[in-house]
């Protein structure tokens, strides 16, 4: 009994490996680049100009200290905020665009709410290690 466990362990290892060597060789997920552009649905405009995308890719190079201040704006901008979740918020998102894209806080604060909830995707997504989409 106990050697058919065995057996069959070591097969299901044999064929994850093959798998994942497989989806390597063919450029599976992993070697995916991760979409780091907020695409708006229709031209969002601000401050007199026209936006069709925000591009997101300074999240790539943002450190312990832009998280720190990105918390520190947050926190005293939205006082009732569970500090617990605060990475999981829209708050937190829209803070953390402000500061990779270097775009007025209220660009963020003002876009559409089905803009806001696909940055809060893609800046949660990205912290969090998924790729922000279903």
């Excluded at 106990?2 to 063919?26: D, H, P």
Aim: aromatic share 6%; with cysteine.
């Amino acid at each position: 009994m106990e050697k058919n466990k065995l057996e069959t362990a070591a097969t299901e290892r044999e064929e994850m490996e093959a798998l994942e060597a497989l989806a390597g060789a063919e450029g599976g997920e992993d070697t995916e680049p991760e979409d780091l552009v907020l695409r708006f649905g229709k031209p969002y405009k601000f401050g007199g100009q026209e936006y069709t995308e925000v591009d997101l890719s300074g999240l790539e190079d943002t450190t312990a200290g832009d998280l720190a201040r990105c918390a520190k704006i947050t926190t005293r901008k939205h006082k009732g905020l569970n500090t617990a979740t605060l990475e999981m918020t829209t708050e937190y998102s829209i803070t953390m665009a402000h500061i990779v894209t270097k775009l007025p806080l209220e660009f963020f604060e003002r876009m559409p709410s089905k803009s806001a909830i696909e940055l809060k995707g893609i800046v949660v997504g990205f912290l969090f290690g998924a790729d922000g989409v279903d």
